[in-house]
Structures are given as C-alpha cells and as structure tokens.
C-alpha cells in the first residue's frame, strides 16, 4: 500500500515538520467490522446472515453467493434499507503532546458514532430454465465517526467518513439438479473524508518558533483530505444440493484496489504560529493529495437444512482477509509535505453464525432468529479512533407478511453488543510522533432495523 512521491531536501527543522502525520487511518472511517457493511438483506439479516452463502428467501441473496439465483424463478426485484444506529462514547481519556505537555482536551465525549441509512437493490431476470441474470447495488463499506474538535484525541482523528457504492451485474446456471454455478463483475466507487488538529504548538516549539505553547488549542491548526475513486472487483460462488432440503453454499467475494484521489486542505489558526511554521517548511499549504487502499477478498461458507415444511435450520462461516491492511500511506502533491504513514497491522477475521427460520402452514407469515460472533481486525496496539473496533456478538430476529402472491414484506432488529474497545496511542508508534499520547476506553454498541420489500413479475 506504498505511493511514492518526489522529496525535497531540506533543513533539520524541516525534516522535523515534515514527519509530522495528518490523516491517519482511512479504516477507521466505517462504523462495523473492519469497515465492512454487512446489512445487504433484510431476511438473511433475521438469522444473523446464517447460512446466506447457500441461499435464503429472496434474491438478495446474490450479494453473498450469485449462484443462489438459481432457487428463485421468474422475474423479481428485491429493496432492502437497513437503518444503522452505533453508539460509542469515549471516556476516561487522557493526552499529552509529543513534547511531554497535556493538550488540554477534553477527556469524554458523547456519541461519535453517526448513524446511517444503508439501501440495496436487487432485480432478477430468467431467459431460460437453467440460467438467471441479477444485477445488484450495495454500500458493502461505510459509515462514519465523528468527534468535537477540542478532544483530547483530537491530533489523531476528528472527523472520518468512507462511502463505496458498488453494483454488480451477475449471471447463474444450473447444469444438474444438485449443482448452481455463479458469477459477478464489481464497479465500486469510492468517496472518503479525514480530518484531525495540527499541533502546531509543538511543532513551533520543538522549531523554535516564538509564542509557541506546547497542546494549546488556540494554536492548534486542522487538515481535512478529500478523496475518490472507482474500482474493480469479481464475486464466485458455487451451490450444492446433495440431498433434498439441504444446501451447502460456497463463494469469494474479490478485493477491490482504489487509489483515492483528491485535495488536501490546511488551516493554520488565527494564533500566527501555524503561518511562521508553514511559511519557514514550505508545509501545510493546500495541495493534491491521494492514497492506496483496498477492500478485503472473503471466502463464506453456508448450510441450510430443511427440517420439515415449517423450519429450517442454518449455519455460516465467513473468512475476511484483513491482513493485506498493513498500513495507510497518504502522499501529498506538495513536495515539501511528506507522506503521511499510518501502521495497521490487521489480522484475518472469522465471523460465525446460526439459525432458524418457521414458516407455520397455511399462513402468510415467517419467521426468523440468529446469532452470530464477529471477529475484530485488530487490537488495542494499532486501534485508532477513527475506528474503535473490537469483537461483536449479534442477536437478530425478524418477520416477513405475504399479503399478495406476488409481494413480501419484511422487517428484522438486531442489536449488536460490542466488547469495550481500549485506546492506547503512543508516540512511539509508526508515523504518530507528532500526534501525541492518547488513551481511554469506549463504551460501544449497535442496534440496527432493516425493512424490505420483495415484488414478483
């Protein structure tokens, strides 16, 4: 995840300022495992995704496994919106600047999870028996966090934000009655926000700068990078039906490269002590900025059994590659800017599910349950704010009306209880010198509501 750039010599001073690192973490702007949205179906959503990757009660399905296409005929369309509410309070914080200082911030917050409306859209078309064609759009990455910017906290994150929409033509066959084969092209376009305070207290200081105070916040200064972009990506899947009523589901959802692209914008503060610092580096004035990312591959796994007319039953296992997420690094157009250097270090995640679903005879109603733990990416050492992660437990249940033949309705909740998350930032971390010591402690979790309509042509 390295972009290089032109570098310019320059005084001690000067290298100094220069490793000073502005937007950490582009991770850290999604609320979710990882920065992974899961919410794509309101019904596999009501088993706590269970089992999705063999199928399910609609064609959202697809999104998980395209060859899932296969156990629904005629033409479809399938709306989804899932209403995502994260709450995750900082406290018991404290900070100090890389000089030794404290930086005055205040050492609480109130909720920096921001919620969010996540829509997806499906629609089915069969030319033949055996094949079917889908096409779908997603928000597979997002959310957003959001902190005030006198925090304590503040030089390492204020604001992140990361929106991906991603659409997918698919296509699915069935060669024999127990095998489905699928297939699909992403197009997945990228817009991201990151922002955190410039201490240009410290800086000044440690340059020599007169007036300089160490933490102060009428000399802190902000920098803000805007950036996107679009990329490419494939899915696979395979279905198996090896006995009547049950099916065994396996696909892989390829990761996707962005080099985000966009601006870089600097305030220096009303202080003098960000613009004596900016004009003796050459630093901190408004540039092009861009920097290298990629959304993880997955491998999921499904089963689901049939245990007579009204239940069935299932279970999943879903594998993400995190750990090509090694670090951020952002490069400035600005030769005198130096690139900005986050370490991740992130580790592959398991995420596992179970499930059930009862359809009571002669009734237009279904209904569902779930459970599920999901897997954190990282831990305390290289957890920013942008992004407080830790291990989840899901709950879900959810019901669907058939008042028509050809139309279902549906809704699901879902709480998500999430371990507390413990920030522990140094600056003896990679790229975070200058961005001072933070601590603290999150008190997290997450209630989600999803509704969806499913319309038969």
Known sequence: MLIRNQRRRGTAGRSLVLGVVLLPALSGAAWASGY??????????????????????????????????????????????????????????????????SNGGSTSTNDIG???????????????????????????????????????????????????????????YQPTDWLSLGAGVQVQYADAELSNAIDFGSIGAALGVSGASPGSQAQDGFGKLTGDDIGYGYSLGAVLEPLTGTQIGISYRSSVKHTLDGDSEFRLGDSGVGATVSAATGSFVDTGGRAMFKTPASVSIGLRQRIDDEWTVMGGLDWTEWSTFEELRIVFDNPAQSDSVTEE?????????????????????????????????????????????????????????????????????????VDEPELDLSTSDVGSTFRGNVSGEYDSSINILSVSAKVLF
């Open 36 to 101: 992974q949205l899961r919410e794509q179906s309101t019904t596999a959503q009501g088993n706590a995704f269970a089992g999705v990757a063999a199928g399910g009660e609609d064609i959202s399905t697809m999104f998980f496994n395209p060859a899932t296409m296969t156990q629904y005929s005629g033409n479809q369309t399938s709306f989804h919106v899932s209403y995502i509410a994260p709450e995750a309070e900082f406290e018991n914080g404290s900070g100090t600047t890389f000089l030794g200082n």
């Open 114 to 172: 921001e919620d969010a409306v996540v829509p997806a859209i499906y629609a089915m078309y069969q030319p033949a028996e055996d094949w079917r064609l889908g096409l779908s759009v997603n928000v597979p990455f997002g959310l957003a966090t959001s902190y005030d910017r006198s925090w304590v906290g503040r030089y390492h994150a204020v604001r992140s934000e990361l929106l991906t929409v991603n659409i997918s033509p698919q296509v699915a």
């Open 345 to 417: 270090d992130w580790e592959d995640t398991w995420f596992a599910a179970l499930g059930a679903t009862y359809q009571p005879a002669d009734t237009p109603w279904t209904f569902r349950a779930g459970v599920a733990y999901d897997e954190a990416p990282l831990e305390t050492r290289t957890r920013t704010p942008r992004i407080p992660d830790s291990d989840r437990y899901w709950i879900s249940g959810g019901v669907s009306y058939d008042p028509k033949p050809w139309l279902s309705v549906s809704a699901t909740y879902t709480h998500i209880f």
